[in-house]
Nanobody, 113 residues
Framework: QVQLLESGGGVVQAGGSLRLSCVVSGIYFSINAMMWYRQAPGKQRELVAAITSGGSTNYVDSVKGRFTISRDNAKNTVYLQMNNLKPEDTAVYYC???????WGTGTPVTVSS
């Protein structure tokens, strides 16, 4: 059974930083592309960042230069380093693989102005 366990969220002031982690079990982690998504209140879930099995990365324009996705295959973990956070980054953050599996509970991020 696939499990996705996100952590690291919290409340931070604008301009601050957070590092999210997602521990994955039940899949061959190293061969899967991994993604971070977020869902703000009243909005649809959106893809924020992606990393391939080879380490290539891609980001939505709104976070480019501020967020960094990375992975540690030895720990079955994908990370999202978020710097210079803005109030519009407030959302619940989720990780998932490609192909997509069942969603975890996510980790909430609140950025105050």
């Amino acid at each position: 059974q696939v499990q996705l366990l996100e952590s690291g969220g919290g409340v931070v002031q604008a301009g601050g930083s957070l590092r999210l982690s997602c521990v994955v079990s039940g899949i061959y982690f190293s061969i899967n592309a991994m993604m971070w998504y977020r869902q703000a209140p009243g909005k649809q879930r959106e893809l924020v960042a992606a990393i391939t099995s080879g380490g290539s990365t891609n980001y939505v324009d709104s976070v480019k230069g501020r967020f960094t996705i990375s992975r540690d295959n030895a720990k079955n973990t994908v990370y999202l380093q978020m710097n210079n956070l803005k109030p519009e980054d407030t959302a619940v953050y989720y990780c998932n693989s490609m192909p997509q599996r069942s969603w975890g509970t996510g980790t909430p991020v609140t950025v105050s102005s």
